[in-house]
Each structure stands twice: as C-alpha cells, then as structure tokens.
C-alpha cells in the first residue's frame, strides 16, 4: 500500500529540495532492484527529499529499504505505434502505484498515446480511481499548462529535448520555469528535470521558480558517465 507522502507534499515542505533520480540502463549491472535500493537510501541520507524510480519492481525494493521515501514512481514501456514511453498507459499507472509510489510520473506531452489512450481519460481514471497524485512529464509551457489544467498536481519540465517538436532543443529547460510559475495555482509543484549536470544548473532552475530539481545521470548515471569520460579520454590520447 503507498503512503500518502506525495498527496501531502506542498510547496513548502519541497523547500527547494534535491529529488535523485535513481535509475540504470537495461542491461547494466546497476539495474538490480539491491544496487537501486542503495543508492537511493544513500541519496536520502545526503540531503535529497526524494527520489524517482522506474519500474514497479525497483519502487518496491526501494519503498521496502526506505519506507518513508518520497517515492515519484514511472515505468518506461516502448510501443510501435506511439513515441511515448514514459508511464503511457493505465496498466502503468496502476501498476506503479501499487507498487509503492507517492507520486506517479507520465507522460504528459499532445502526443498520441499507445492504444488510443488519451491524457485526460488516464488522468481522469487516476484520480477517481486511485487517489493518485501525478507528475505531468512535459517538453513545453502550453503542454505544462494543460496537464494542470487536467488535474495533474506536479509539473515536471523533463521532456524538453527529447520530443519530436524539442528534440533540436538542448536540456535542461530553464527558460520554462518562470512562465510556468507564473500561470500555475501556487498548489501545484514546479520540478525542473533533464540535463541539470551540475549544482550550479540546479541552483540556477531554484532561482527560475522551480520548487525542486530531479537530477539523474550526473549522480547516479554510472554507466553513462563512465563511458562519457572514456570517450573523452580515448579520444584526447589518438
């Protein structure tokens, strides 16, 4: 059963807060549910108010290693007839909240969605039918603004860059933040993730009107980073 952390979290209690982002790449040996749970109680012991996990079994292991996490839960699922992966169905919803998760986390760009689905009609389901609080994964200000407008209570900027209509666009989207801020109700949260790499970015996305940062790769990307210094180092040594 999920605590109730996330329905309960204000603007307030986010504080300008650290949210680790604690996932791995298929494949990785990093990716086991114990290497996952660790690294995310390590997060929580240095400061980090919360932490983003992929996969019902990682927020299981997590939730059961940390039971009083700030848990914002997804699950990254691919299909061929639609770009969006990130929680893009209600078998995904309810899984991920079952699972554990304070928050859920979806995609939440105009996208067609897998299987016909539509955002309004999973946002609907959520709410009425689990209680569940929801991230709204977006790539611009219009789509943030109808996600709130859908219901969704956080509002994430993480898919700048990595959509079709963004994709020449380089992360993190700081520039979102202060519209953003400006036109959503001071209930729902403002979270700046993708692309902060340093904690003068993350520091930055604070100052733009951000409540809280989600930082992923540059803290717990070990296979990324790794291979981003070999590549450099490899490269520099030709």
């Given at each position: ?154 509002i994430g900027t993480t ?80």
């Amino acid at each position: 059963m999920t605590s109730s952390c996330g329905a309960g979290f204000n603007r307030q209690q986010l504080n300008h807060g650290l949210i680790v982002s604690v996932q791995a790449p298929e494949g990785s040996p990093m990716r086991h549910p114990d290497v996952i749970a660790a690294m995310a109680e390590a997060s929580l012991r240095n400061g980090a108010i919360g932490v983003r996990l992929e996969s019902p079994e990682h927020i299981g292991a997590v939730r059961e290693r940390c039971p009083n996490a700030l848990i914002i839960g997804l699950w990254k699922r691919s299909w061929a007839d639609s770009s969006v992966y990130i929680t893009p169905r209600w078998h995904e919803v309810k899984a991920v909240w079952g699972a554990g998760a304070d928050v859920v986390a979806l995609d939440a760009t105009d996208r067609s969605r897998p299987n016909g689905e539509d955002l309004e009609s999973l946002v609907k389901r959520a709410k009425d039918d689990l209680g569940a609080p929801l991230m709204a994964d977006v790539d611009s200000v219009e789509n943030g603004l109808r996600a709130a407008a859908l219901g969704c209570d956080w509002i994430g900027t993480t898919l700048f860059g990595y959509t079709e209509q963004t994709k020449e666009s380089r992360p993190p989207g700081l520039h979102l933040l202060k519209p953003l801020r400006a036109q959503l109700s001071a209930e729902t949260m403002l979270i700046c993730e993708g692309g902060i790499a340093s904690p003068q970015t993350a520091s930055e996305a604070i100052d733009e009107g951000a409540d809280a940062v989600v930082v992923g790769t540059a803290i717990t990307g070990v296979d990324l980073q790794v291979a981003s210094y070999h590549r450099h180092i490899t490269r520099q040594t030709d």
